[in-house]
């Protein structure tokens, strides 16, 4: 497969070249600009901490039970972004929800089920 670039794109020059292209001239341009920027953006990779309003935390979850977490702002979703120990997995997505005085808490169930607090990376959106 051919990689993407600017001009497979958007190339501005075939637009412009036209009388329609030559009164949609500043709209054009700007697009061109826009297609470039978040292609850019895309060779580049983006990240979670650049691109969201995200924070990423591990934590040490035990089976089933309810772990707290201090945050300074409202999440509008919590999920794990991965298990930290290759010797378990998550068996569902992890729950979250709010505490009775508004503290965000998540609850994971493992598989197999683990004796000791598992390390699991979350991914907090704000």
Excluded: H
């Excluded at 030559?22 to 061109?32: E, G, K, R, V």
């Excluded at 998540?106 to 990376?121: D, G, H, K, L, M």
């Amino acid at each position: 497969m051919a990689k993407i670039t600017i001009q497979r794109i958007f190339d501005a020059t075939k637009a412009l070249a036209s009388e329609a292209g030559q009164s949609l001239q500043d709209f054009i341009n700007f697009q061109a600009q826009f297609a470039e920027i978040t292609l850019r953006a895309l060779r580049n990779g983006l990240t979670y901490s650049d691109n969201m309003d995200c924070d990423i935390r591990t934590l040490k979850l035990s089976q089933n039970a309810s772990v707290a977490i201090n945050l300074t702002k409202r999440p509008t979703e919590i999920r794990a972004r991965r298990v930290l120990e290759t010797s378990f997995a998550l068996a569902q997505p992890i729950q979250w929800g709010f505490t009775a005085n508004g503290k965000p808490f998540v609850v994971a169930v493992f598989s197999p089920v683990p004796t000791t607090p598992v390390e699991v990376e979350i991914i907090i959106l704000y």
